[in-house]
């Protein structure tokens, strides 16, 4: 079946560090890769997305590729702020079909400290 | 445009009571899906309507659950009766065509005594 792997947290990072957190995923045939997040006391906001192989999602700094060839979704910043400090979360969802249900992974809380 | 809201935000009851969660989709969004988040643990759809039909109830943990969307506008989820393993945040998320956006609302937080 369908599943997302995610790296696992808490991250902790100084502001303008680097940031990576790794998502892979098993899927049949094609899906969309989402990266999801949750800032503290609010809802699931998408962050960016990517529908089909070698695409890449950007929004707020932040970027992920779909790589097909390794199955993973990476979320990357070059330069996090204290404001990015949230929960991330990378999902999956079919092309196809009228049920369009996110798979999820568990999710990665990220602090930056000042 | 109004969001999606959800009401309550936040749920205390004792195992063995009922609870009533409901989910307001943005106006004209036919889909509306309920994901469940455990603690520790991924988050995990629940089921999907469109308009007012079930169309896929299969991640229902069991019969303890019934959710409705009469009119095929606000949705209610009810837990009866409820046990402790229910305990986490409900979110719900409304759509408008098949591969549009999913958006979500805030979430409830259910914790059951």
């Known amino acids: 079946g369908n599943s997302v792997t995610q790296m696992e947290g808490p991250v902790t990072l100084s502001e303008e560090a680097f940031l990576t957190i790794n998502c892979t995923y098993t899927?049949?045939?094609?899906?969309?890769l989402f990266w999801y997040v949750q800032y503290p006391g609010e809802g699931l906001q998408l962050l960016l997305k990517?529908?089909?192989a070698d695409d890449k999602g950007s929004n707020k700094g932040f970027e992920a590729t779909y790589r097909k060839e390794t199955t993973s979704f990476h979320l990357e910043k070059g330069s996090v702020q204290v404001s990015d400090s949230a929960v991330y979360f990378c999902?999956?969802?079919?092309?196809?079909?009228?049920?369009?249900?996110?798979?999820w992974g568990l999710g990665t809380s990220l602090a930056v400290n000042p | 445009e109004a969001g999606v809201t959800q009401f309550p935000s936040h749920s205390v009851i004792e195992k063995g009571q009922t609870v009533t969660l409901r989910c307001d989709p943005i106006?004209?969004?036919?889909?509306l899906y309920w994901y469940r988040r455990v603690m520790g643990k991924e988050i995990k759809f629940l089921l999907h309507?469109?308009?007012?039909?079930?169309?896929?109830e299969s991640g229902m943990p069991n019969n303890r659950f019934l959710a409705e969307r009469t009119g095929g506008t606000y949705s209610t989820l009810k837990v009866q009766p409820a046990e402790l393993e229910d305990s986490g945040v409900y979110f719900c998320?409304?759509?408008?065509?098949?591969?549009?956006?999913?958006?979500f609302g805030p979430g409830t937080r259910l914790t059951v005594l």
């Open positions: 998320a409304s759509q408008d065509g098949a591969g549009g956006e999913q958006f």
């Open positions: 106006s004209g969004h036919d889909n």
């Open positions: 309507f469109v308009k007012e039909s079930k169309q896929d």
């Open positions: 899927a049949t045939g094609y899906p969309s």
């Open positions: 990517a529908t089909k």
């Open positions: 999902a999956l969802r079919r092309n196809a079909g009228n049920n369009r249900k996110l798979i």
